[in-house]
């Protein structure tokens, strides 16, 4: 089965240091892959998203993500946080097909501290 | 910027009563969607709809769900008899599809928050 995992739920980082959020994906066949943040009480705002070309893709808000085929991974990164960007960070994928549906993983909370 | 709205963005029920989820897809856009998101979980995959019918469903989206594009811009999510675990922020989404690559993303809507009391 197709399938998403964020194995961390929360991630706390001092402000201005760099962090990686993680992302494994589960599928037999090509995927598209996305980043989306959830700020408190407000809904879905893409981050960036790959779908094919360049394995490094840059976002909004300095956020980038490597697309890694061989370990089926995309992992979020940036080389400085700040406060502001406390939020749920959601991978998504979607197999293609007619409705390009998406699944969503758990979710990694980023905690930023001053 | 075009963008999808969802009304109305918090909606409390009583268990039994009926509720309809209202969404403003992009007006150019031919897929929609349905997702929601219990509290403190992932987001989950209800339904999509083209060309005036559902194109594919969850094991979640049973026989007390529907959903309808009544007319040329509004799309709705029908709970016949909701329950207290339909309590969720349910997320409408609509996508424009040429069949083009890019045309992969769907666009989100800010949600409406149901409880179901």
């Known amino acids: 089965a197709q399938s998403v995992t964020q194995l961390d739920s929360q991630v706390p980082v001092f402000e201005e240091a760099p962090v990686e959020l993680r992302c494994n994906y589960s599928?037999?066949?090509?995927?598209?892959l996305f980043w989306y943040v959830q700020y408190p009480n407000q809904g879905l705002q893409l981050l960036l998203k790959?779908?094919?070309?360049?394995?490094l893709v840059k976002g909004i808000n300095g956020f980038e993500a490597e697309f890694n085929k061989s370990q089926t991974s995309f992992h979020l990164r940036k080389p400085s946080v700040h406060i502001s960007d406390t939020a749920e960070y959601f991978c998504?994928?979607?197999?293609?097909?007619?409705?390009?549906?998406?699944?969503f993983g758990t979710g990694t909370l980023l905690a930023v501290q001053p | 910027e075009p963008e999808v709205t969802q009304t109305p963005s918090h909606q409390v029920t009583q268990m039994g009563q009926e509720v309809i989820l209202r969404c403003v897809p992009i007006s150019n856009h031919l897929y929609f969607y349905w997702y929601r998101q219990i509290l403190g979980q992932k987001v989950e995959f209800l339904v999509s709809?083209?060309?005036?019918?559902?194109?594919?469903k969850s094991e979640i989206f049973d026989d007390q769900f529907s959903v309808e594009r009544p007319d040329g811009s509004n799309f709705t999510l029908k709970i016949r008899s909701t329950k207290l675990e339909d309590s969720a922020m349910y997320f409408c989404?609509?996508?424009?599809?040429?069949?083009?690559?890019?045309?992969?993303?769907?666009?989100f809507g800010q949600g409406t928050r149901l409880t179901v009391v």
């Open positions: 599928s037999s066949v090509s995927v598209y």
């Open positions: 998504a994928v979607t197999f293609g097909g007619a409705t390009n549906k998406l699944i």
């Open positions: 709809f083209y060309n005036n019918e559902i194109s594919e």
């Open positions: 989404a609509s996508r424009f599809d040429r069949g083009l690559i890019r045309d992969t993303e769907a666009f």
């Open positions: 790959y779908l094919s070309g360049s394995t």
